[in-house]
C-alpha cells in the first residue's frame, strides 16, 4: 500500500491568494490525500513574512526570510507556491528551477504564452514538476459535471456554454501603481477573472485538453480604459459541432450567483457559487416536463484549494513533472487564446515586446 505523501512547502508572497491557500493547505480533512507542511515563506521584507505567518499560522512556527532566494535555496522546502502577481510569476518560477524546486505557481501562470513555454522548458531542463493552479479544474464538482456532460450526456448534445466572472472592484480609487491598473503587473480583467469563465467554455464545450482539444475560433471584444481591459467579452465556436461559448468577464460588476449556464439538446444546467472559481453546487433541468429536476451539492471545508495541492503531491510522489488535469500543453493553450483576445483588442503588457 502506498504510503500518503509528505510536502514541505516555501510559500512566495504574502498577499490574500497566499493567505487562503495556506489556511486550506492545513485544514484537517479525513479525506486528505497528502499531509501538507508550510515549512518556509519567503517575503520582499522579514517584517512582513513574520506578519503574515503570525496572522495566517499563528500556532506554527515556519522559517521566514525576508527575499525570495532564501526561500527557494532552502534544502528543507520541497514545493514552491508562487502567489505574486502575474508579471513575476516567470521570473520566480525560473529562479526556484534553478534551485531544482517542484513548483505551483498561481493563475494566470504567465503574462503570454512565451513566457509560459519559457519556463516550461526549463523545468523539463531541469526534471522538477510545474504546474499551473487553476484550482477550480480539480473540484469534484467539476469533474462530476464533466462526466455528466461528456460521458453520461445529461443534457444531449451540448450547444452553447455562458460563462461570467465579475467583481466590483472599485478600479478607478486606485493609484497607478496598483496591479489592477499597471499594465506592467498584468493588468485587466481577462488574466484575473475572465481565465475563469474561458476555463469554464473549455471544459464543458470540449471533452478534450491541451494538444488533443479542438482548436475553436475566436472573437473577442474588450473595453479598455488606458490600454487595460476592464471587461471582455468573446466567443468561442467549435466548427466541428458549432458548439459555441459566450464568455465574459469584468472588474466593473459583480457576478450572479448563477453564473455559468450550459444548454443541450435534452436541457439545461445551471451552475451556482460565491464565485466563478468556487462552484458550490448546479442544477439540472430536463427539457422534458416529465423528467425530475435534479441538484447536485458539494459541500467542502474551506475554500478548496487542497484539492489541486493533494493532486500535486501525488504527482511528485509518483516521479511526474505534469499533471494530468492541468498538464503544460493545457496552460499554453489557455495563454495563447488569451493572447489572441488581448493582441486583437489592443491591450498590450511592456514584456509582449520582449
Not at 502506498?2 to 486550506?24: A, C, F, L, N, Q
Not at 504567465?110 to 522538477?128: C, D, H, I, S
Not at 453546487?281 to 489541486?308: C, H, I, L, S, T
Request: hydrophobic share 40%.
Amino acid at each position: 500500500m502506498t504510503s500518503v505523501p509528505t510536502i514541505r512547502w516555501g510559500i512566495i508572497g504574502t498577499g490574500w491568494i497566499s493567505t487562503e491557500v495556506v489556511k486550506d493547505l492545513i485544514l484537517e480533512r479525513p479525506d486528505a490525500k497528502a499531509v501538507h507542511v508550510i515549512q518556509a515563506i519567503g517575503c520582499s521584507s522579514l517584517s512582513k513574512g513574520q506578519a503574515f505567518a503570525k496572522s495566517t499560522i499563528p500556532h506554527l512556527s515556519p522559517t521566514v526570510y525576508g527575499s525570495y532566494a532564501e526561500c527557494y535555496a532552502d534544502p528543507n522546502v520541497d514545493l514552491i507556491y508562487i502567489g505574486t502577481p502575474h508579471a513575476f510569476h516567470k521570473d520566480n518560477c525560473l529562479e526556484a528551477i534553478q534551485h531544482g524546486k517542484h513548483i505551483l505557481c498561481e493563475k494566470a501562470f504567465t503574462l503570454n504564452a512565451r513566457e509560459a513555454r519559457e519556463v516550461f522548458a526549463a523545468a523539463k531542463a531541469k526534471g522538477v514538476f510545474i504546474m499551473e493552479a487553476m484550482w477550480t479544474r480539480f473540484f469534484p464538482l467539476m469533474q462530476t459535471l464533466q462526466r455528466l456532460l461528456h460521458d453520461e450526456k445529461i443534457i444531449g448534445d451540448i450547444l452553447r456554454v455562458f460563462a461570467d466572472f465579475g467583481l466590483n472592484m472599485d478600479v478607478k480609487s486606485l493609484g497607478p501603481e496598483s496591479r489592477l491598473k499597471n499594465k506592467a503587473l498584468g493588468a485587466g480583467s481577462l488574466l484575473d477573472v475572465g481565465i475563469y469563465s474561458l476555463t469554464w467554455g473549455l471544459l464543458c464545450l470540449d471533452r478534450n485538453i491541451a494538444d488533443k482539444a479542438e482548436k475553436p475560433k475566436v472573437v473577442s471584444l474588450l473595453s479598455l480604459e488606458e490600454g487595460v481591459d476592464m471587461t471582455s467579452s468573446f466567443l468561442l465556436l467549435y466548427p466541428s459541432t458549432g458548439r459555441q461559448g459566450i464568455l465574459t468577464s469584468t472588474m466593473s460588476v459583480k457576478s450572479d450567483e448563477t453564473f455559468a449556464r450550459i444548454e443541450g439538446s435534452k436541457g439545461t444546467i445551471f451552475v451556482e457559487g460565491p464565485g466563478t472559481s468556487i462552484p458550490s453546487r448546479f442544477k439540472y433541468v430536463p427539457n422534458n416536463k416529465d423528467e425530475k429536476e435534479k441538484v447536485f451539492e458539494f459541500e467542502k471545508p474551506g475554500a478548496g484549494y487542497y484539492y489541486e495541492a493533494d493532486a500535486v503531491a501525488l504527482d511528485i510522489q509518483a516521479g511526474r513533472t505534469e499533471n494530468a488535469v492541468m498538464p503544460w500543453a493545457e496552460t499554453i493553450r489557455v495563454m495563447e487564446i488569451m493572447d489572441d483576445i488581448r493582441y486583437t483588442n489592443g491591450a498590450l503588457f511592456p514584456q509582449d515586446a520582449e
